[in-house]
């Protein structure tokens, strides 16, 4: 199995502007890509598309097009898996039932209508990433009358965007190389109520 | 297996008084508990635990305590699962795969901490549903030597408490209860750029 992750290296999530000034944002981002592909360890063979030159011990492809055709170009060759890179509560008992599921299409949710990692086991699938992604490869799916599956995974829905996933990072991610860099900076969970955020003060 | 659905009649769902009123509240959570009785079908033995009698095919428990207390008191049996009135978005496949994990304790966790699904296999055990109870059911399994599972499903992590919550329910819970009773109210999802929930005006 080869797995492609996207990863763009400017202004990476910029939801937590609020939280992390820019040099932050992009070192989280990439500890977030490292516990990715260390979670998909040596099940996969990990493919980077990125357009941008990367300092990693997997292969880089760089690509600077947008996300749909970076990915669409890549899916002549099956099976795929799309696995995006700021999943960092992945690990390798998800992937491995992940994997494993039946299906010519496999789709793991995001919160919000996303598409957090899809495998593709039938050439002619195309992806379509934005506004609500999940619905619409679902929809291509069942236009093709290709097989689909929902992958049903909470540490894939967790894609890490704004503060209420930051809060899911520090709960279930102890360990993680993101959830390190985080706690360096001083952010923590409190459970006073409701488990609150600790935020770094400057 | 007999599971403890514990249903709160007076004020539920008060996170969400801005999009729906006190009697619509009432409506919505119970349509929610018939969801999760649906999902659990012939899988296990229901028993609610409610303070107020209830018109239901299930086994229906008076008990006016506390959350903990009620529960507790009830894990003198084992196995007993304990399952959230407001998962709407179960269904047998993850039930199934619920009752099949193993471990003396297993835990299936919601967004912010919270404890959605308990699969207590020994007796000793104790819940603790407030505060984080994630990392404290961990812990209480730890210190008293149980082996625990945590259950990794997305669908089980959606407990309907907020409005972001109920843009989950209308992506993914299509022919629910829960669903139809939003979507002849007027809720319903569009996918502009992101996701965003249609509120009905009134």
């Not at 209420?164 to 102890?174: A, R």
Request: aromatic share 8%.
């Amino acid at each position: 199995m080869i797995v492609l992750i996207p990863f763009k290296t400017s202004n990476p999530k910029s939801r937590l502007s609020k939280l992390l000034n820019e040099d932050e944002r992009r070192e989280f981002a990439y500890e977030m890509l490292l516990d990715v592909i260390d979670a998909i360890g040596d099940l996969a063979k990990v493919k980077v598309v990125s357009p941008e030159p990367l300092d990693l011990d997997v292969e880089v492809i760089k690509d600077s097009r947008g996300l749909d055709e970076c990915i669409n170009d890549r899916l002549k060759i099956v099976p795929r898996a799309i696995i995006m890179s700021d999943l960092p509560l992945l690990n390798k008992e998800v992937l491995e039932r992940f994997f494993s599921q039946p299906g010519d299409v496999v789709i793991a949710p995001g919160r919000k209508g996303g598409t957090n990692m899809l495998l593709v086991r039938k050439t002619g699938f195309r992806v379509s990433y934005h506004y609500g992604s999940f619905l619409k490869h679902i929809r291509i799916s069942k236009e093709l009358g290709y097989s689909y599956k929902i992958f049903d995974s909470f540490f894939a829905s967790v894609d890490v965007d704004d503060e209420s996933d930051i809060l899911e990072l520090m709960i279930h991610g102890k360990g993680k190389r993101s959830w390190k860099f985080l706690r360096n900076l001083g952010f923590d969970v409190e459970f006073a109520r409701t488990p609150r955020l600790i935020i770094p003060s400057n």
